[in-house]
């Protein structure tokens, strides 16, 4: 089996119990405004990074912060990670504008979040 290179680690979400307050703590840090700012999702772009907000821990139910390696193709890289030993938690689906996400589960329990843009 080939192994393909990740693009690396670029796209962090955290769930959030107050998206207005989260908002007002991550532009502070971050020092830009919010990319995308709705009251489902707040992206912002900083240093090359994703950071994202999800309100209630979002539709994967996120309990605490999730990393996502981004992939140039998901299904292969899921195949490679199954093959290996992980799980699939949440299969590869749109969340708009042609990005896919996925997450899987290492051995240990661990999460591992998965992103390709199309």
Do not use: C
Request: hydrophobic share 45%; proline share 5%; no cysteine.
């Amino acid at each position: 089996m080939t192994s393909s290179a990740t693009q690396g680690m670029k796209t962090v979400l955290h769930p959030v119990s107050d998206l207005a307050q989260a908002k007002a703590v991550y532009t502070a840090l971050l020092g830009v405004a919010p990319q995308t700012d709705g009251p489902y999702y707040v992206g912002f772009e900083a240093a090359g990074q994703h950071i994202g907000l999800l309100p209630g821990g979002g539709p994967q139910g996120l309990t605490s912060s999730l990393a996502y390696w981004h992939v140039a193709d998901i299904a292969a890289k899921v195949a490679e990670l199954t093959a290996a030993g992980a799980t699939v938690k949440e299969a590869a689906h749109d969340v708009g504008g042609g990005r896919l996400v996925a997450t899987v589960i290492d051995p240990d329990g661990n999460l591992i979040g998965l992103l390709q843009d199309q």
